[in-house]
């Protein structure tokens, strides 16, 4: 089990794909950090849950197009030759299977982790601020529920066919460019762009409305159920 573990993580983090995403990425969050969130979003603190929340939806679209790129590694035709080939070993297909969750987990979780850790740095450098408890709230918002939402599509529509998971790798960066209800949208950029000044209050602290929670809980549910259906159609 741990070998097969160890072989699926070396699989995607050696793979140039993964290298690619990384250096993209990193390089984004930079020019994010120090070209929008070191001005402020909606006249608050760089470093208010409103900015990091904000710096966390231009970041996320990269996040949910490196954990389809890494899905696609399991849901590809020759993938599933060599599920074929593992079912007539001794390795049980239940441990087959959670190695290749986990490795997915590990590309995702260090992509996210490093972007976290861009911020932190960021903010421990130029403001010399490390109350990252109160950032926890707008990270899980941000990152939990559209992360599970992607897997659920993904791993859903990838054993429909392959090919589908291609044009869903474009919707995270589409939907932070269309007019879609804030409790609908995915992405949540617009939310933090405008929802303090809502309040009308300098630097309010973190806050959602009923409408948005609920999207962020449907949008969680259904990455979920997609995932459960997927599994027990694939038996």
Not at 81 to 106: C, D, I, K, M
Not at 169 to 196: E, Q
Request: glycine share 8%.
């Amino acid at each position: 089990m741990r070998k097969i573990f160890y072989y699926q993580c070396r699989r995607l983090l050696c793979n140039k794909l993964f290298w690619g995403l990384l250096a993209v990425t990193l390089w984004y969050s930079r020019e994010v950090l120090y070209g929008t969130v070191i001005r402020g979003v909606c006249n608050t603190a760089p470093f208010s849950p409103w900015s990091f929340g904000y710096y966390l939806t231009l970041l996320l679209p990269f996040l949910c197009a490196a954990e389809l790129f890494f899905l696609s590694f399991y849901t590809s035709p020759a993938e599933r030759r060599v599920e074929v080939l593992a079912s007539a070993t001794p390795v049980s297909p239940r441990h087959y299977s959670f190695s290749r969750w986990g490795a997915l987990a590990v590309g995702t979780g260090l992509l996210t982790l490093l972007i976290l850790l861009m911020a932190g740095a960021f903010y421990a450098r130029m403001f010399r601020w490390d109350s990252f408890g109160e950032l926890l709230a707008p990270a899980v918002f941000v990152l939990v529920p559209a992360l599970l939402f992607f897997l659920g599509a993904g791993w859903f529509l990838g054993n429909l066919r392959h090919v589908l998971l291609y044009p869903l790798i474009a919707l995270p960066f589409l939907c932070a460019y269309l007019p879609l209800p804030r409790w609908l949208d995915p992405v949540g950029g617009r939310f933090f762009l405008t929802y303090p000044l809502e309040l009308g209050v300098l630097d309010p602290g973190f806050s959602l409305p009923p409408d948005v929670l609920w999207g962020r809980v449907g949008l969680s549910t259904l990455g979920l159920l997609l995932l459960f259906l997927t599994r027990k159609k694939r038996g």
